[in-house]
């Protein structure tokens, strides 16, 4: 749906995500290549794919089909990689901002948690073999 949206981006960047990235299902290319991109990331990802429903938000909207809501997309979809989550927005009205927004390296949270263990308990501290496999 076109509700205001930014609310799922924003919690996922507060919530320490590496990736956040927003395409339409007009935008094949660039989604399949952030799906990828995000599974490619250790730690939280999120992608977020707009995607018609022309059975009730289109219709209760008068939006038309849903080949009609997909060149609505196209028309209104202004590519901005890097915008702050805080300032994307999606409404009825305005345009809808795809891109990538973030894509940062950060350590997983099994790195962080092993380099901490790895500093408290010095040359005592054994990894688990199962954080090994995780970790590569």
């Known amino acids: 749906s076109l509700a205001s949206g930014n609310e799922h981006s924003c919690g996922v960047l507060a919530g320490g995500a590496v990736y956040v990235g927003l395409w339409t299902v007009y935008h094949v290319r660039q989604l399949a290549n952030a799906i990828k991109r995000a599974m490619s990331k250790p730690g939280l990802t999120f992608v977020e794919m707009l995607a018609p429903c022309q059975t009730l938000f289109g219709r209760r909207n008068r939006l038309g089909d849903g080949l009609a809501m ?5 028309e209104r979809s202004v590519i901005k990689n890097g915008a702050d989550t805080r300032e994307v927005d999606l409404n009825m009205e305005g345009p809808i901002v795809c891109g990538n ?3 940062m390296e950060r350590h997983s949270y099994i790195q962080a948690q092993a380099a901490q263990m790895k500093r408290v308990l010095g040359d005592r501290y054994v990894m688990p073999d199962a954080w090994r496999e995780v970790m590569g």
């Open 70 to 74: 997909v060149e609505q997309y196209r």
């Open 101 to 103: 927004f973030v894509d």
